[in-house]
């Protein structure tokens, strides 16, 4: 090993070296090998959104189960393991990563920064997430045969409540994978975290004060923070269930005086900054879009700012409105009830604040603005039901009903999910120098409109009638068949939608029309750039003179305040420019060879020790390696 | 023209509204077994009316926030696309309003929900009936500690008995779980409590007349969650009594005293 660095070149040093070389062009080994931003970005929303197409095949089973009462098309123990990893699936292993996708495209380009402040560290938190993301999914396969419906897959929700995650009420490894996948996951989001907190405070181009700041990076700066803070919580707990498991640790064991509400806590302690860490950065992106669309700024930036900033710390106080049921008594009950409404208040602000921005623009109605409304339309429902769950005494009604299965999505799907494809159809001029479909964008966005609501506002109904979460079967005359056949018939209209995007994303790669660098007449650094953007983005660093600050390089302001355009235009960065003088981080493998180490090292804990050694040495051998090979290629 | 086509979808989109809420409000009025807006006793009357005091306002809410974007979008279209509008940043003292008013209104709903919260968590008053309520995967059990039995053992249920209570007086459960969290619910009296293992989880549910309701686990606890349901009758006093001298009899002549936690069975109790 001493021989990788040893002061002359070995034949092993060589070999890495044209390795890099190798990964410099467009081929395979250059994804494999790239620590490029937007290469990172890209690879974080594919590989997402094909784990959104695989939980939306989980929540079509789950709905085609339920279109009647007594259905049998699945039996209780795969209906089980399938609302388990839908869930844990949309999460960590979608909403998460798109998330994550749209901070590694965007936030170098807004803040003029040529890259992520540790661009290899980018790249291994990619690939741990893949990772953690593949060995989740592979428990599928633990439980016998698969092709006779023999699931394996964690069988307890996504919540996994103590004492049903002991290995006496669940048996199997499924439970076991979903430790250890989350683990896995919780590396990658940590190191993520720590990576945009320092891109976004070191790496922002001269003049670019906090106050400057795009909407879109103050949320991503918010939500590092809380990821930042929050994984440890579920690690913490993770590894007590893995000790309860693995090696007859007593930690959650009542018997041995453990106790079960304990994983509560530090789960919903976890689980609430966790909501935020989805709907932040969706927050962020609707914040870029509604201008844009209407031409205005962002009506009261501070005060858009402040509230996301004060969501990210009230968020820590009201984990226990996850808990009003399990006995904590009245007055905890009545303290967390009262933190609950109060942070129903910073979000009413943002919504007001977004209405206020299209209040008097010149609004282009086109799909990325649709998604955007239709975000803010959605996501005030979701809130509004919020508000009710925190009247303590009637949410012990409506906790673990189906009422709350109709909050959560209203928020994360008709909140974040939207938020996300509109960010998709926005940016996606900016890395492929072509529009998307305007007419199947519009189909995509009005039949998810229609689907979603037709699939989760019956939920409200069906909860308040009595129907309980996570139950796989019902009896008749519940007064539930009704709402339950249009949530199905909902779910399958979210399916057609869903195919539309997938078509037009397709169809728009391959023939999409030229976009040019600006075709929105957008406001943020990132539209200065030519589109698709070079490897090196800034071809000079920008100076930042103001909010907005390619807004105001296009239009000037007469006396009376109405804006002018400045007749030359802005100059945008596009002259034929080859980038040679400019020096980039180099290709490295380590990061991929790392993060392969997680899932070996899990492997071997659930099955076979042996396997441990193996995967800590993949691990090591990435690391070192990584530590020694220089960061930039010398110049030849 | 312009002004009568957007006054008109205006008026199609809020027709459509309010005949959408029609149509879910009517949902609400139906007598089915576990519909929490058909209360039958104190506490879900109660837990029913804070509900709608928050449901109203957040109701009307959405409307104005929904019609709202919508008249927005009509009303401020770009019309030609050279049109750059006002650059408006913002206005604090509107801005501040919208956060302290909400703020203002919330804390008031406050008020009744804190008021509420502390009735439901009064302890037992002396004329309160007490059931001892254990979940087992995937059935509940009931043990009467007022009743005892010749042998001295309080009076407890078989499995899939239903849950016997007396009508018009507060009964307060005992909450607890022999194996995994299951969580006490019968809609139509009252909201649930969790049956956690080594907790004794203490509340109070009455229902105003003789009656019977179904309920079930709302606690995700295992494969059959699904089927862990359970019938409770309220009885007139009278009735009750009879109730419970011809349990003691059945005690009496039976050998094998129900008692005994029974091995859960895969079936459930239906």
């Not at chain 2, 089915?32 to 005091?53: H, K, M, S």
């Amino acid at each position: 090993m001493a021989a990788v660095i040893g002061q002359r070149r070995s034949g092993l040093s060589e070999a890495l070296r044209s390795a890099r070389e190798a990964a410099t062009g467009n081929n395979i080994w250059s994804w494999l090998a790239t620590v490029d931003h937007k290469r990172i970005g890209v690879l974080y929303g594919f590989t997402a959104f094909f784990f959104f197409l695989l939980g939306g095949i989980e929540a079509l089973l789950i709905r085609i189960q339920l279109i009647t009462p007594e259905s049998e098309f699945l039996n209780p123990d795969q209906y089980n393991r399938i609302f388990t990893m839908h869930g844990t699936t949309m999460v960590f292993l979608v909403v998460m990563p798109l998330s994550a996708a749209f901070f590694n495209l965007l936030v170098p380009l807004m803040i003029g920064a040529r890259d992520v402040a540790f661009p290899r560290l980018n790249a291994f938190s990619y690939w741990t997430f893949l990772a953690g993301g593949i060995f989740l999914n592979a428990s599928f396969f633990t439980g016998g045969n698969i092709f006779q419906g023999e699931l394996g897959a964690p069988d307890t929700g996504w919540f996994g409540y103590s004492t049903l995650t002991s290995t006496k009420f669940s048996d199997g490894h499924g439970v076991d994978f979903w430790i250890f996948g989350l683990q896995i996951l919780g590396i990658a989001s940590l190191a993520g975290g720590f990576n945009f907190i320092v891109t976004i405070l070191n790496m922002r181009a001269p003049g670019m004060s906090l106050f400057r700041m795009p909407l879109f990076v103050w949320m991503t700066l918010v939500t590092s923070f809380l990821i930042v803070f929050a994984m440890p919580v579920i690690a913490v707990a993770l590894f007590e269930l893995m000790f309860d498991r693995l090696f007859d640790a007593n930690f959650f064991n009542p018997a041995a005086g453990g106790n079960p509400l304990l994983w509560q806590h530090m789960f919903s302690l976890f689980g609430h900054p966790e909501v935020y860490i989805l709907i932040l950065p969706a927050m962020g992106i609707v914040s870029e879009i509604l201008p844009t669309f209407a031409r205005k700024p962002l009506f009261g930036y501070p005060f858009v700012v402040f509230s996301g900033v004060a969501i990210g710390f009230m968020s820590w106080g009201v984990w226990v409105h996850h808990m009003y049921t399990t006995g904590l008594g009245t007055v905890a009950n009545a303290a967390f009830g009262v933190s609950t409404i109060m942070i129903g208040v910073p979000t009413g602000v943002k919504i007001f604040n977004w209405m206020a921005t299209l209040w008097g623009g010149a609004i282009k109605i086109s799909t990325p603005l649709l998604f955007a409304v239709g975000f803010v339309g959605m996501f005030t429902i979701g809130g509004l039901s919020g508000i009710t769950h925190s009247m303590v005494p009637s949410d012990y009604q409506q906790q673990d009903t189906y009422y709350v299965v109709a909050h959560f999505h209203y928020v994360l799907f008709g909140g974040a999910i939207f938020a996300l494809f509109g960010g998709a159809y926005y940016w996606f001029p900016k890395f492929t120098g072509k529009l998307m479909n305007e007419k199947l964008g519009q189909l995509n966005f009005w039949t998810l409109l229609l689907g979603f609501n037709l699939t989760f506002f019956p939920m409200h109904m069906s909860g308040l009638l009595g129907m309980p979460r996570r139950i796989y079967t019902y009896s008749e005359g519940q007064g539930w068949d009704t709402w339950n056949l249009i949530a199905t018939i909902g779910a399958f209209v979210i399916a057609f939608s869903v195919s539309v995007f997938l078509v037009n994303l397709v169809l728009s790669i391959m023939r999409g029309e030229k976009s040019g660098s600006d075709p929105w007449d957008a406001r943020t650094l990132e539209w200065s750039l030519p589109s698709p953007v070079p490897h090196y983005n800034f071809k000079e660093i920008p100076h930042v003179h103001s909010l907005d600050d390619f807004w105001h390089r296009k239009y000037t302001e007469d006396e009376a305040g109405r804006p002018i355009p400045i007749v030359a235009g802005a100059a945008v960065d596009d002259e034929e420019h080859d980038g040679h003088d400019i020096h980039m981080p180099s290709p490295s493998y380590f990061p991929l060879i790392a993060s392969s180490g997680f899932p070996v090292i899990a492997t071997g804990l659930i099955y076979h020790t042996a396997l441990v050694p193996v995967g800590v040495a993949l691990l090591l051998v990435g690391l070192y390696g990584w530590a020694m090979e220089p960061a930039t290629e010398e110049s030849a | 023209m312009r002004i009568n086509r957007s006054t008109l979808s205006r008026a199609v989109y809020a027709a459509l509204l309010l005949g959408l809420l029609a149509l879910l409000l009517s949902g609400c009025d139906t007598d089915t077994p576990q519909n929490t807006f058909a209360a039958d006793g104190e506490v879900a009357r109660d837990q029913r009316d804070l509900f709608y005091l928050a449901m109203w306002p957040a109701i009307g809410v959405m409307i104005l926030v929904e019609l709202g974007l919508v008249v927005i979008l009509l009303r401020f279209r770009r019309r030609r696309d050279d049109e750059v509008p006002a650059q408006v940043h913002g206005n604090t003292r509107l801005e501040l309003a919208w956060t302290i008013a909400p703020a203002l209104l919330l804390l008031v709903l406050a008020v009744p929900m804190m008021s509420l919260l502390f009735k439901l968590g009064e302890e037992p008053k002396d004329d309160a009936f007490i059931v001892n309520v254990t979940g087992v995967q995937w059935q509940w059990l009931f043990e009467y500690p007022e009743v005892q039995g010749p042998d001295g053992q309080p009076l407890k249920s078989a499995p899939g008995d239903p849950l016997v209570f007396p009508a018009g007086r507060r009964i307060h459960f005992n909450v607890t779980s022999l194996d995994v969290i299951h969580s006490f619910w019968i809609p139509r009296l009252g909201g649930k409590l969790d049956a956690v293992p080594t907790r004794h989880n203490r509340f109070w549910l009455k229902a105003d007349e003789p009656g019977a309701w179904s309920g079930q686990c709302a606690e995700f606890c295992g494969k059959d969650h699904a089927l862990m349901k359970l019938v409770a009758e309220a009885l007139s006093q009278q009735d009750f009594d009879a109730w419970v001298d011809e349990k003691l009899a059945g005690i009496k002549t039976s050998s094998d005293a129900a008692g005994a936690i029974p091995a859960a069975h895969p079936d459930g109790v239906n």
